[in-house]
């Protein structure tokens, strides 16, 4: 094997607010799907699209993310985006990453939802020139209009989502972590018993 060859990461941003058992599943089928060879989980700091999203403090999240990928050398957790201008837009994040990681070809990650509103995203048409995407499936969305640059994975339809997990902490006494990695709800569950 060419030691010239760059490795093929793909770059799956995000708030992780908090991670769930769904991005986990992801990120593993993508590796052994063999449509990238890791898979890194970029916490975003401050999503453009959501400023005004409450979100638990950015170490926290950085430390749930590890959590539920330990043990797991295809995952990996970056905070690169931490070192960043806020908001960093993805076009800007994955230039620095290029010209910081030279022997990674970055792949971006995103959803059927992201993709439906990919052409909002600040300069999106540079990310294209740069970068293939892979596309993961959602409910109640429509893959059409993919560049050929474009991959669709065939991941199963994973319905979870960290705002209803939110809400379950916060409003459900009998919620027992359902969603969550067990090493994620275990933390949750100290972090909110020492506020207590």
């Given at each position: 094997m060419s030691t010239d060859k760059q490795k093929l990461t793909g770059i799956y941003g995000g708030t992780f607010n908090p991670i769930h058992n769904g991005h986990v599943q992801l990120g593993r089928a993508l590796v052994e799907a063999g449509l990238v060879e890791e898979l890194w989980f970029l916490v975003s700091p401050l999503n453009p699209f959501k400023v005004n999203q409450e979100l638990m403090p950015d170490e926290e999240r950085l430390r749930l993310t590890r959590l539920a990928v330990r043990g797991d050398r295809r995952l990996r957790v970056s905070d690169f985006e931490f070192r960043l201008p806020r908001p960093s837009y993805m076009v800007h994040t994955l230039e620095a990453m290029r010209r910081h990681y030279p022997r990674r070809e970055f792949v971006l990650v995103?959803?059927?939802?992201?993709?439906?509103?990919?052409?909002?995203?600040?300069?999106?048409?540079?990310?294209?020139?740069?970068?293939?995407?892979?596309?993961?499936?959602?409910?109640?969305?429509?893959?059409?209009?993919?560049?050929?640059?474009?991959?669709?994975?065939?991941?199963?339809?994973?319905?979870?989502?960290?705002?209803?997990?939110?809400?379950?902490?916060?409003?459900?006494?009998?919620y027992k972590g359902e969603g969550l990695p067990p090493a994620v709800w275990n933390e949750i569950k100290k972090n909110h018993e020492q506020k207590d």
């Open positions: 995103i959803g059927a939802d992201n993709w439906e509103r990919f052409p909002q995203w600040y300069q999106s048409e540079e990310i294209l020139r740069h970068h293939r995407l892979i596309i993961y499936p959602r409910p109640g969305y429509r893959l059409e209009g993919l560049p050929p640059n474009a991959t669709v994975a065939q991941t199963p339809l994973l319905d979870i989502s960290s705002t209803e997990i939110r809400k379950q902490i916060s409003t459900n006494p009998d």
